[in-house]
């Protein structure tokens, strides 16, 4: 079992019944910080002694403000606590993109995703503009769990910190090529762009690098 630490829940009365809820929820979020990789429901409510039925229903409200997500009976952390933190300029930097990202799909008709991530932090799928080509095979949500395999081009430019290429690995009807660029607050975003298997993306790579160009240009100019 992970060696697992965290301030054990501490039984209280009724009158500091929405403290203590309070209390749990943190204390099963240090948890997953502390892990850095899914845990089940068990082992969380063993770590901060709360019974599993209550570790769940706590779990399950952090769900619906994506506080933490669930991964085949897993919990893992969710986008909602760095979203919060981080919301205008992710908020520029979503409306910037989606603009730079519908103009090169209307020319190129690829899909195009752009992903966040935020050291200790999910990736975070910000904007995406969907091309017909690659949405006829795949779908939109196939797509974007495409994009959090370990061996999709995503992952590999976060890692290399270059642009990087993958062909059929995350999903095997799509060939993808991803870029990485810094944003404000440190993070990483990378975008990527998709076409069904067999489509050479050399011709690609010189329109995406343009379109982070103008997408950090944006970014810049509405700066204070």
């Keep these: 079992m992970d060696d697992f630490t ?6 209280s009365g009724r009158a500091g019944r929405n403290d203590g809820v309070v209390h749990s929820a943190f ?5 997953l910080v502390q892990a850095q990789h899914p845990v089940g429901v068990t082992k969380l409510a063993s770590a901060v002694g709360l019974p599993k039925t209550t570790a769940h229903r706590i779990l399950e409200q952090l769900a619906r403000e994506g506080v933490v997500k669930r991964r085949d009976h897993e919990w893992a952390l969710g986008t909602g606590l760095s979203d919060l933190s ?9 409306g910037v993109a989606q603009l730079r990202m519908h103009a090169l799909t209307r020319a190129t008709g690829a899909t ?4 966040v991530h935020s050291p200790g932090q999910p990736l975070n799928a910000l904007s995406r503009s969907y091309g017909a ?6 779908t939109a949500g196939e797509q974007r769990r495409a994009g959090e395999n370990p061996a999709s ?21 799509v060939d993808c090529i991803a870029t990485p660029m810094t944003v404000p ?3 990483t975003a990378i975008l990527t762009l998709a076409e069904p298997r067999g489509m050479n993306l050399e011709p690609f790579k010189r329109p995406l690098d343009r379109t982070i160009a103008l997408i950090l240009s944006d970014l810049r100019r509405l700066e204070p």
């Design 112 to 115: 195009l995703f752009l992903y």
């Design 6 to 11: 965290a301030e054990p829940v501490l039984a």
């Design 153 to 173: 081009a995503v992952w590999r430019a976060l890692e290399l910190g270059q642009l990087a290429a993958e062909y059929g690995e995350a999903h095997p009807e």
């Design 133 to 138: 080509r690659t949405g006829s095979a795949v």
């Design 86 to 94: 981080q919301a205008p300029y992710r908020a520029d930097l979503a």
């Design 185 to 187: 607050a440190g993070d």
């Design 27 to 31: 204390a099963l979020i240090r948890v």
